[in-house]
């Protein structure tokens, strides 16, 4: 027959059993969560010497995603991307100068030492390029976005 302090024992060790899956049932939960959002890709793209550094980038449809483009030009730049963000939802912060039309994010002009972020997820998969539309300067590159 069993007395209190064998029941309190028991019952301390169901506990501490109870205590210690703890962490890793967090863990499987969290794992679960991050397959249903993906977590934030972060891209950098600067601008030097009349050049977007990287001047490819690789995106997947879907993924929210926050691009950071920042002109370390001694001039003003403008990020012109073609079709991109065609209906799409964009956040634009940042000290650039964004301009809008009729299909939503049109381009974005960059002072010298401005930085702007545009936060989104590429609805289609595609090639997609981007540049710069000030007179003269030669400047372009590609998102290319994958399923
Ligand atoms: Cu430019």
């Not at 934030?40 to 050049?51: K, T």
């Not at 012109?80 to 100068?97: D, I, T, Y």
């Not at 609805?123 to 976005?145: E, I, Q, W, Y």
């Amino acid at each position: 027959m069993r007395n209190v302090s064998q029941i309190g024992i028991v019952m301390m060790v169901v506990l501490t059993a109870g205590f210690l899956l703890q962490p890793s049932l967090l863990f499987a939960s969290s794992g679960t969560r991050s397959e249903k959002n993906p977590e934030r890709a972060e891209h950098i793209v600067r601008i030097q010497n009349r050049q977007f550094i990287p001047h490819v980038l690789h995106l997947r449809v879907g993924q929210p995603t926050r691009l950071i483009l920042k002109n370390e030009d001694a001039e003003l730049h403008a990020f012109v991307p073609e079709a991109l963000f065609v209906r799409a939802n964009v956040q634009v912060s940042g000290n650039g100068a964004p301009q809008f039309g009729d299909q939503g994010f049109r381009r974005v002009l960059l002072p010298t030492m401005g930085q702007t972020e545009l936060v989104f997820a590429p609805k289609r998969a595609g090639s997609f390029p981007f540049f710069c539309d000030l007179p003269g300067h030669v400047m372009n590159g590609t998102v290319v976005v994958e399923e």
